[in-house]
C-alpha cells in the first residue's frame, strides 16, 4: 500500500472528503486554503480562494457540482468545483467548525463556534444545487445548543434526523425538519469532545471519534451503541470504509502533550479495526504528527489522511486488504458461493 | 491435554464470532427493510443520490457530451 503524498497545503490539515465517485479529494487547512485533488495520482486540480482563515471543514454535494466550506472567518462558503468561482457566502457572528450536505444536497448544515456572548449553533441553509441559482441568504433553522457545544454534526438517512457530537463527550438527536431536540445521551467519556461523525454510506448508522480514546458506532434512529473501538491514543477522526467491514481511526497526542516519560516514536499511525469484531488489524504509518483527518474512498478502493504536519496520505488498497478476511467471514462467502 | 484446551477455546471463539457476525448482519437487513418502506412510503427512490445523477447527466444535454477530436 505505497501512498501518494500530497504536498501543497503549508499547515495543519483539517478535514478531507472524497466525492462520491472516489476521484476527487477535497482537503481544507488552516493555511486558508481548499485544495481539490485527483484520488488516482495525486494531482492537484485547483485551488478555492476566498476565505480568510483557517478553514475548519469542507463538503460535497451528491452530484460533484459544489462544495461547502467553514472557517474561522465566520463564514460558510459555497464553490462552484469546476471553476472555482465563490457562488455564495453567509456570515455568523463565530467560526464555522463543520459543515455537511445532506443526502440529496438541499439542505446543508453548519455548526457554529461557541464564544463569549455567543451560544453555539447548528445552523440549517436551504440549499439549490446549482451554480447559476441564487442562494436563499436566510437559515432555515438555528439549533441552539445551550447545555455542551456541538463540535461536530450530521445527516442521518431521509434527512430525518440532525446527529450532534458534543464537547461534553454526548450525542444529540434533533429532529431534521423542525431542529427540536429529541434525545441527548452521554456517549462518550464526561467532557471528553467528540473529534469526528462520519456516516456509513446509507447514513442509518454513524462513527465518532473521541479524546477519550474510543470511537463507537452508533445506529442514528435510537442512538444505540453497536461497536467500540478502543485505542491507545486520543482520536481526532474515524471513518468507514465500503466493500470491506473496516474502520479506521485516526489520532495522536500533540508533542507538546506528550509527558517525557510516555513519550514514544510512530503513534502517528491510522489504526485499521474491524468494524463488526471491534479488533484492531492493522496500522498504516507515515505521518510526523497526529493524524487530523481521515476519510475513506466511497467506491472502496482506499483512503486518504491528513495531518498535524500539512502533509495528505493517499493510499490505494492492495490485493491483500482485499483478501483479508475472518474465518466466519470465508465461511459464509462460501455458503453464498 | 493443552492441546484441546487451547483448540475448545478456539472453537468458542470462532462460534462467537459467527453469533455476532449473524447478528450484525440480521440488524442489516432489517434496517434496510425499514428504510425501503419509509422511502416508499414518502414517494422516495431507493437510492436519491442515483436519481439526481440521473437528472444532472440529462440537463447536460448531447452538446457537453463527449466528443472525439481528432
Redesign the interface.
Known amino acids: 500500500m505505497r501512498p501518494i503524498l500530497l504536498s501543497g497545503h503549508e499547515r495543519a490539515l483539517t478535514q478531507i472528503k472524497y466525492n462520491?465517485d472516489g476521484d476527487l479529494i477535497f482537503s481544507v487547512s488552516k493555511d486558508q486554503q481548499i485544495c481539490v485533488w485527483f484520488a488516482h495520482n495525486g494531482e492537484r486540480l485547483g485551488t478555492y480562494h476566498g476565505h480568510v482563515g483557517a478553514i475548519w471543514t469542507v463538503d460535497v454535494d451528491?452530484?460533484s457540482?459544489i462544495i461547502a466550506s467553514g472557517s474561522a472567518d465566520n463564514t460558510i462558503r459555497l464553490w462552484d468545483i469546476k471553476t472555482g468561482k465563490n457562488l455564495k457566502t453567509w456570515e455568523f457572528p463565530t467560526a464555522v467548525k463543520r459543515v455537511e450536505f445532506n443526502?440529496?444536497?438541499t439542505r446543508l448544515l453548519g455548526v457554529t463556534e461557541k464564544r463569549m456572548g455567543h451560544l453555539g449553533t447548528i445552523v440549517v441553509l436551504d440549499i439549490t444545487?446549482d451554480v447559476d441559482a441564487e442562494q436563499n441568504d436566510e437559515k432555515a433553522l438555528t439549533i441552539v445548543c445551550d447545555e455542551s457545544k456541538a463540535t461536530v454534526a450530521g445527516w442521518s438517512?431521509?434527512s430525518k434526523y440532525i446527529i450532534a457530537g458534543h464537547e461534553d463527550g454526548s450525542i444529540s438527536q434533533y429532529d431534521g425538519k423542525t431542529g427540536d431536540l429529541i434525545y441527548n445521551i452521554p456517549i462518550h467519556e464526561l467532557n471528553m469532545a467528540i473529534t469526528d461523525l462520519q456516516w456509513s454510506p446509507?447514513r442509518?448508522?454513524f462513527i465518532t471519534a473521541s479524546k477519550d480514546k474510543t470511537s463507537k458506532l452508533i445506529?442514528a434512529?435510537d442512538l444505540e451503541v453497536?461497536k467500540t473501538y478502543v485505542a491507545d491514543t486520543p482520536l481526532n477522526s474515524a471513518t468507514i470504509t465500503t466493500k470491506k467491514d473496516f474502520v479506521v481511526l485516526g489520532g495522536g497526542q500533540a508533542a507538546m502533550d506528550v509527558t517525557r516519560t510516555s513519550a514514544r516514536q510512530g503513534k502517528f499511525e491510522a489504526r485499521f479495526y474491524h468494524k463488526?469484531?471491534e479488533d484492531e488489524i492493522g496500522r498504516v504509518r507515515g505521518h510526523f504528527g497526529p493524524l487530523n483527518t481521515v476519510a475513506a474512498d466511497p467506491t472502496g478502493k482506499g483512503y486518504a489522511s491528513g495531518g498535524e504536519d500539512g502533509y495528505v496520505r493517499v493510499h490505494q488498497f492492495d490485493k491483500g486488504y482485499f483478501d483479508f478476511m475472518?474465518?466466519?467471514?470465508r465461511?459464509?462467502q462460501n455458503r453464498l458461493g | 491435554e493443552d492441546a484441546e484446551r487451547v483448540n475448545s477455546a478456539d472453537v468458542a471463539v470462532?462460534e462467537d464470532?459467527?453469533r455476532?457476525?449473524q447478528e450484525?448482519l440480521a440488524?442489516r437487513e432489517s434496517?434496510?427493510a425499514d428504510?425501503a418502506e419509509?422511502?416508499a412510503e414518502?414517494g422516495?427512490p431507493i437510492d436519491?443520490?442515483a436519481e439526481?445523477?440521473k437528472a444532472?447527466t440529462a440537463e447536460l444535454g448531447p452538446d457537453e457530451e463527449e466528443k472525439i477530436i481528432e
Not at chain 1, 475472518?326 to 467471514?329: D, F, K, L, Q, W
Open positions: 462520491r451528491p452530484t457540482t443526502e440529496d444536497g444545487v438517512y431521509l446509507d442509518t448508522y445506529t434512529h453497536l463488526i469484531f475472518y474465518e466466519v467471514e465461511e459464509r | 470462532v464470532r459467527r455476532i457476525l450484525w440488524w434496517v434496510e428504510v419509509e422511502r414518502l422516495l436519491p443520490i439526481l445523477l444532472k
